[in-house]
Nanobody, 124 residues
Framework: QVQLVESGGGLVQAGGSLRLSCAAS????????MGWFRQAPGKEREFVAF????????YYADSVKGRFTISRDNAKNTVYLQMNSLKPEDTGVYYC?????????????????WGQGTQVTVSS
């Protein structure tokens, strides 16, 4: 079992930055691939970023590539999402998710555990 708690969301102007954190419980965090997803009102949940259990592999949705950076600190059981040059279309609830090692991907169905989400609002 893994419990995930996101933090760091808020209201920011376009062009600003936020850093989201996702703290995980349990001693096996380092064996999980991690992902960030987001959901805007009236839209489906969409993939944002992925990081492998070791941190050695990362990839991003095209819409955030070059602006967002995912990272993890296995000693702190935490995964981060640094978001720069934010746009109004980045607004939504951001969720972190954990998948068994080797099973993480851009597809939300591959993830076993989810946090409760943190709201990000970017004003124009």
């Amino acid at each position: 079992q893994v419990q995930l708690v996101e933090s760091g969301g808020g209201l920011v102007q376009a062009g600003g930055s936020l850093r989201l954190s996702c703290a995980a419980s349990g001693r096996t965090f380092s064996s999980y691939d991690m992902g960030w997803f987001r959901q805007a009102p009236g839209k489906e949940r969409e993939f944002v970023a992925f990081i492998s259990w070791s941190g050695g592999t990362t990839y991003y949705a095209d819409s955030v590539k070059g602006r967002f950076t995912i990272s993890r600190d296995n000693a702190k059981n935490t995964v981060y999402l640094q978001m720069n040059s934010l746009k109004p279309e980045d607004t939504g609830v951001y969720y972190c998710a954990a998948a068994r090692q080797g099973y993480g991907s851009s597809r939300y169905a591959h993830y076993d555990y989810w946090g409760q989400g943190t709201q990000v609002t970017v004003s124009s």
